[in-house]
């Protein structure tokens, strides 16, 4: 049976575990600020000369924050140059368009290298366009240039549930496509040359950034994919490799050594890192201790 001293022992390292944990948790706190404070008062001064690295993967989207990144590394002295590292099966033309814009921006004073990992696909394809030097790996899903303008027809559905919608439109085309009614050929006319007009937009793009002629583009544009190595022969791509073979490019073509660190660049704001590494620090910290107190508790916990 354990002594009412053992007890007392206890109590009084359940109570010490939680003022440590207190002071912890503010010492973080105070680190998290202090750093924030120092950060804000030297963003005026340049940095170590280094290379920007902008991930892009999954969905892309016309991201602010993202655009606005980009157009800040552009300013900003100490970053030599752009890797664009991309894994994404596409997105929205509009944030396709976005991100072209942008990195062609950053591209009118500093170099760019694109480096395809396993997709590159339509609107991520896009975004490879201003880049002077592409990298593919050979079993890279890569080009599907084209636009895709989808809808779905349930009204035979509604029909046979005795459901029948009704709409009222300012016009003959307003509301269309629509999942309740089937599409109109003069509203089917319309949209097409919506369509059009936004692959014409890629075609460009890519002629432009592949040096190539629209009619040859256009005969590649037909919404297919390639392989990497596919994009190759067909001049997609300029060669087959990873980051590596990018930064040994930039050493040779842009005397930019292949020593100069990278760095990822950040699309969040400081206040968000800076807090953001806050509260990691004190969720680890409560966490650490309560298990701590908890595996005390395991061992010493008083008998019957």
Do not use: C, N
Request: proline share 5%; glycine share 10%; charged share 25%.
């Amino acid at each position: 049976m354990t002594s009412s001293l053992d007890h007392d022992l206890l109590v009084d390292r359940r109570r010490l575990k939680r003022h440590l944990t207190g002071w912890r948790v503010a010492a973080v706190a105070l680190g998290a600020l202090a750093a924030f404070v120092a950060l804000r008062g030297a963003t005026g001064v340049p940095g170590r000369a280094h290379l920007a690295r902008l991930r892009v993967e999954g969905t892309i989207t016309d991201d602010r924050r993202v655009t606005e990144a980009l157009d800040d590394a552009a300013r900003d002295d100490s970053v030599r140059g752009l890797i664009l590292s991309i894994d994404s099966p596409g997105g929205t033309v509009a944030g396709g368009e976005a991100l072209h814009a942008a990195i062609a921006r950053f591209r009118a004073g500093k170099p760019v290298v694109a480096v395809m990992h396993g997709t590159a696909a339509s609107a991520a394809y896009m975004i490879a366009m201003p880049a002077e030097r592409v990298f593919a790996r050979e079993s890279t899903v890569t080009g599907s240039i084209g636009v895709i303008l989808q809808s779905f027809d349930v009204s035979e559905l509604l029909g046979r549930l005795g459901v029948r919608p009704e709409s009222l439109t300012s016009g003959l085309l307003k509301g269309q496509p629509s999942p309740f009614q089937p599409i109109t050929p003069e509203g089917r006319a319309a949209l097409q040359s919506v369509v059009s007009d936004l692959h014409a937009q890629f075609v460009a793009m890519v002629s432009e950034g592949r040096h190539m002629p629209v009619e040859d583009v256009r005969i590649l544009a037909d919404g297919r994919i390639y392989t990497g190595r596919q994009a190759l022969a067909l001049k997609l791509v300029d060669a087959i490799g990873g980051e590596p073979e990018a930064r040994a490019w930039l050493a040779a073509s842009r005397e930019i050594s292949a020593e100069t660190p990278v760095r990822d660049l950040e699309t969040r704001d400081l206040s968000e890192r800076t807090f953001g590494f806050a509260l990691r620090g004190i969720a680890k910290t409560v966490i650490s201790e309560w298990l701590a107190i908890d595996g005390f508790r395991a061992v010493w916990q008083p008998g019957p």
